[in-house]
């Protein structure tokens, strides 16, 4: 699953390479997975002005993994598009699954 070069294990949990699109209409997290960058694709509707993007991810990402946001951190991309996360406590396979949940083909 190409997915998983986008997750990695760290020492105490997972690290998440994600790519932001800030201020869109709608929020969807995870929005797609980009082969060519290697990285989540994530659509945020908080523009990208005060690090209101930057918290929203921070906040989507705690509830989809049901991580308390202390957990979620951001590594680098401070002000960037393309961002590191590190999830306190998880481990890849997790983190995959709930993001991309296998779907039924019934």
């Given at each position: ?38 990285r989540i694709e994530v659509r945020l509707s908080e ?46 396979e997790q983190v995959i699954e709930l993001l991309f949940?296998?779907?039924?083909k019934d």
């Amino acid at each position: 699953m190409p997915v998983s070069d986008a997750v990695r294990i760290s020492p105490d949990g997972v690290v998440i390479d994600i790519e932001v699109t800030p201020g869109t209409k709608t929020v969807q997290v995870p929005s797609g997975y980009n082969t060519w960058r290697k990285r989540i694709e994530v659509r945020l509707s908080e523009p990208a002005q005060k690090g209101r993007a930057n918290q929203q991810l921070l906040e989507f990402l705690a509830v989809l993994l049901g991580v308390k946001v202390s957990e979620v951190t951001l590594v680098s991309g401070l002000t960037a598009h393309r961002k590191t996360v590190h999830v306190r406590g998880m481990d890849a396979e997790q983190v995959i699954e709930l993001l991309f949940p296998p779907v039924d083909k019934d």
